[in-house]
């Protein structure tokens, strides 16, 4: 019952920039944090960026400058816009919806390539 629906992403060259989105049902919205992580191959899945039911914003130090977290709790909607792509940004990007210790969904993932 619970869906998280990623889209947006896609093959750019580095410095390019994608939006990704990911669309949630099944679930009250307002209530959980979500985050986008990535995982690229042959490595461990990692946070990218999150974003509290208050907005508050955390990003890896990887991404921090680059990558922008954003949600309308009215859409059920959470994006990530990334920007001045590096070919190290090349992973999977999933979607989570957590609260924490009582519940954690993900999405099936958005591949992003980064090549030129």
């Known amino acids: 019952q619970v869906q998280l629906v990623e889209s947006g992403g896609g093959l750019v060259q580095p410095g390019g920039s994608l939006r990704l989105s990911c669309a949630a049902s099944?679930?009250?919205?307002?209530?959980?944090?979500m985050g986008w992580y990535r995982q690229a191959p042959g490595k461990q899945r990692e946070l990218v960026a999150a974003i509290t039911s208050g907005e508050t914003t955390i990003y890896a130090d990887s991404v921090k400058g680059r990558f922008t977290i954003s949600r309308d709790n009215a859409k059920n909607t959470v994006w990530l816009q990334v920007n001045s792509l590096k070919p190290e940004d090349t992973a999977v990007y999933y979607c989570n919806a957590n609260i924490r210790t009582v519940v954690d969904y993900w999405g099936q993932g958005t591949q992003v390539t980064v090549s030129s």
């Open positions: 099944g679930i009250i919205f307002a209530m959980y944090k």
